[in-house]
């Protein structure tokens, strides 16, 4: 019969509510281009293509993948200094924050 994992759909929801939700809460005036900039920061899943399988529902992302180790996620944290790359850089550690709490779940 069909089944239902719920962890994975709300995975996906989460990365796409939290940065809306950041971006409406801190930078209203310009949400959309904040939320924009900050979705973009599912760019960094590119790295999973060099994995094998791709996908792999019980396998923790942090440390795994190259983009998701913790020189990246300080990388990341540098991009949130200057206020040209601020945006990216807050959705990149959503991003890494809501791939951690998953990592928790498994």
Same mark, same amino acid.
């Given at each position: 019969? #069909?089944? #239902?994992? $719920?962890?994975? &759909?709300?995975? &996906?929801?989460?990365? @796409? ?8 809460? #801190? +930078?209203?005036?310009? +949400?959309?281009?904040?939320?924009? +900039? ?9 790295? %999973?293509? $060099?994995?094998?399988? @791709? ?6 992302? &942090?440390? #795994?993948?190259?983009? %998701?180790?913790?020189?990246? &996620? ?8 200057? /206020?040209?790359? /601020? +945006? ?19």
């Amino acid at each position: 019969m #069909f089944e #239902f994992e $719920l962890r994975p &759909i709300l995975h &996906i929801l989460l990365h @796409i509510a939290v940065p809306v939700a950041v971006a409406r809460l #801190f +930078w209203p005036a310009y +949400w959309k281009r904040a939320a924009a +900039w900050m979705l973009a920061g599912w760019l960094i899943d590119i790295d %999973h293509l $060099l994995a094998d399988p @791709i996908y792999a529902p019980g396998r923790c992302s &942090i440390g #795994f993948h190259p983009l %998701h180790t913790w020189p990246a &996620i300080a990388a990341y944290g540098a991009l949130t200094v200057p /206020r040209r790359t /601020r +945006w990216l850089g807050v959705g990149l550690l959503i991003h890494i924050v809501l791939d951690a709490i998953d990592c928790v779940l498994m």
